[in-house]
Structures are given as C-alpha cells and as structure tokens.
C-alpha cells in the first residue's frame, strides 16, 4: 500500500499537531498534510504527562520571543483553534513564575532579567524585603533576589492545548494514521522521498519533518542525521498542604527544584543528580515506575526548608515521563537538515509545549516559504550542532 502526501510528520503530539494547524492554515498553501503518530492514546507523550508551563524567564533572546507569542496565542486560543463554534478552554492561569538566586545566582538572574524585560516580558525584579512581602509564606533565608513574572508566565492544561492543535487540524484536512516509521528512502539526489512503515505501508513526501518527541533521535538517524538528543525519565509528584498558601507561583529555588498549584494542591519536582539520570524507554516494562526516594531525599527536604508550611503535608500521586533533552545546549534543535527535504523539530528540553505554537508557525513558514517570516527561529538551526556552537540555556527548569 502507497500514498502521497506533500507534508509527512511524524509525531502527533503538541508540537506535531501544531505544525499541521499552521500549515493547512496558510493561505500559500494548497497541499496534503499527514501526521503519523505510533499511539494514539499519547499515553507516554511528554504533552500528556509534564508539568505543562509557559514563561519568558529564558536567557535566550529566541526562547523570549518564542514564549511571548505563546502567552498570546493561549490567550486566544477559543477563536484561533475553533471548530464548528466550539472553542477550547486550556484553563490558562497566568500565576507567574519566580526563580530564587542566591548571592552566587544573583548576577545572572539580572543579567536575565535585563535581557527579558527588554523584549517586552513582564518581570519583575525582586530584593529580599520584597520577596518577603509579596510571598510572606516564603523563607528568604540565604536569598539574594528573585525574579517574578507579573503577567504572561504560568500554567495550563498541556492535554488540551494537544488536542485542540490536533481537532483543528484535522478540521483543516490533516490526514492522521496510526503507524511507526520504520524506514526513510531518498531519491537519486539524496532527498526524502518516502517513509516506510513498519506495517508495510510506504508513504511518498515532498518534506519530512521530525516532530517524534523522545523517538526524535532514532527517526533522525533512519534518514542518516545524527543529533544530540537524548530521552531522559523525569518524576512529576503531588501533594496537599496542610495550610494554605496564598498566591503562589510556580516557584523554582535555587536548588532547581520546582513546586506549582494544581487545584487544591500542588505538583512538584527536580532534575535528578547526574549519576541518577536515567534514560527513557518506551519499551521498558517500567516505564511507569516512579522513585519515590527522589521527593523523599530531596524534593520535599528542600521544599519544606523554603517554604515552612510543606513541613506538613499529605503527599499525592505521582508519574513518570519522558524529557528529551538536547545535549549540546538544553535548546531545540529547529529547521532544516543536511538532507533535503528533512527538517527537525526535537530537544525541547522541557519547553516544547509552550514553544509549540511558535514552533509550528515558523516551521510552516520555513517549509512553505523558503524563510522564517515572522519570528526567525536560525539561533536553533542544526548548523550550530555541525559547527559545536552550543546556544546555552542557562534557566532550565
């Protein structure tokens, strides 16, 4: 069984989903658009399972201006991704951000802050005295300063940003199957010309583009690209707090562990110590399987030190999920690749779904167009992996 399409993608997650809307959204174009997603049900999709967040707090001028159309986009998600007079609500809580530094922190959290609030992002540089007087719950103890999103941060429901970039596009005309690449054939000049999956199926493409979240570095070497992503396993943990705690952010201490609302309670968590970071696998029988020692020894510890009132607390459920990380610099690896025809989308490093409406506008301009046209995505081009450029991220979360 064959078929044609001018657009293959594959992965139908945020980011893929996305990048379909933004396509068939174009009025340049006039083609096919395909999105080949291996589970339907997205049960092991990073959409699905992470902390779902959006913030400018980035030291990267193209991750600013990326999250800033995102804020806008979320705002007006209801009339941008309506379908027969049904507008998606993702339950967008602007409740801000606010990164905590130290004296060794706090030169880098201004040099941020300079950098963000110069592109327009609403933040908000705070002193001891005023950390203690906006958040009196808090522990200022051993804090220089803390940088807080007064607008445009917070957090919604990833599932259904997921779901309505995918009920859009569909609405569009995006075709959707149920499938793995299992192979990538290239023509007499080395240009993408088909995938193959592993049913069988082949499926002809005039573009390619990797849109595969954790599978993202195995779909690129089937088409002989090779990039610096890796799948790690991330724990997201709940609890209740005994006592309230009024007006919290989601709060990053200078330990990089992480606490949010979430309805009555809150989620939480950390990167691991590098010894304990371990990779994720879709086919490891364990997938699901959190470590528990990890909120034990560190996340609640530190927890409980910087904000007095989680000494006491009811812990929840928890969950695992996958984290791709781009190796090189903790930033995306965006745009075209060596082979013609094969453009890339992978390594979020945990930004991909508040970067994915941006994302999937500048890819749809890139493949359509030729250029980016209205936000220029090249500072996350694979010509920094080839050329060992790193664009380092230094606020990840």
């Not at 078929?3 to 396509?23: E, F, K, P, Q, R």
């Not at 005309?173 to 290239?186: E, N």
């Not at 002809?204 to 599978?215: K, M, T």
Request: proline residues 5%; aromatic residues 8%.
């Amino acid at each position: 069984m064959s078929a044609t399409h001018d657009v293959v993608i594959v992965g139908g997650a945020a980011m893929g989903s996305s990048l379909a809307y933004h396509l068939l959204s174009d009025p340049a174009f006039r083609g096919r658009v395909l999105v080949i997603e291996k589970d339907p049900s997205y049960r092991l999709a990073a959409s699905a399972l992470s902390a779902a967040s959006i913030r400018q707090q980035f030291s990267t001028a193209v991750n600013i201006r990326i999250s800033l159309h995102g804020i806008a986009f979320m705002r007006d998600i209801g009339a941008r991704l309506e379908v027969d007079g049904d507008r998606p609500d993702i339950a967008l809580r602007e409740g801000g951000y606010l990164f905590l530094a130290t004296g060794a922190g706090a030169k880098v959290l201004a040099e941020n802050h300079a950098l963000q609030t110069s592109l327009g992002a609403d933040i908000a540089l705070l002193g001891p005295a005023e950390l203690a007087r906006r958040f009196p719950w808090l522990k200022t103890e051993g804090l220089a300063a803390g940088a807080f999103g007064v607008s445009g941060e917070g957090w919604f429901d990833g599932w259904g940003l997921m779901q309505a970039f995918r009920r859009k596009a569909r609405a569009l005309g995006a075709d959707y199957v149920q499938g793995k690449v299992a192979a990538i054939d290239k023509s007499e000049s080395g240009a993408v010309a088909a995938v193959r999956l592993a049913d069988g199926r082949r499926i002809a493409c005039g573009a390619l583009v990797n849109c595969a979240g954790a599978s993202g570095r195995e779909v690129a070497a089937l088409a002989g690209v090779d990039i610096p992503v890796r799948a790690r396993k991330r724990f997201v943990f709940t609890f209740a707090a005994k006592d309230r705690i009024a007006n919290c952010p989601l709060l990053i201490d200078p330990s990089g562990v992480y606490v949010r609302p979430e309805g009555d309670g809150f989620i939480c968590g950390a990167s691991p110590a590098p010894a304990e970071d371990i990779d994720w696998r879709d086919d490891d029988p364990a997938i699901g399987d959190v470590d528990f020692r990890h909120f034990e020894n560190r996340v609640w510890p530190t927890l409980a030190h910087r904000i007095p009132a989680f000494e006491t607390i009811k812990p929840g459920r928890a969950w695992a999920g996958p984290y791709d990380v781009c190796e090189l610099d903790d930033n995306a690896i965006v745009g075209a690749s060596p082979v013609p025809g094969f453009y890339l989308c992978n390594g979020f490093s945990g930004h991909g779904l508040q970067q994915s409406p941006a994302i999937g506008r500048g890819l749809a301009e890139l493949i359509l167009h030729g250029r980016y046209q209205t936000l220029d995505l090249g500072d996350l081009g694979y010509e920094r992996v080839l050329a060992r450029r790193p664009l380092k991220e230094r606020n990840v979360v």
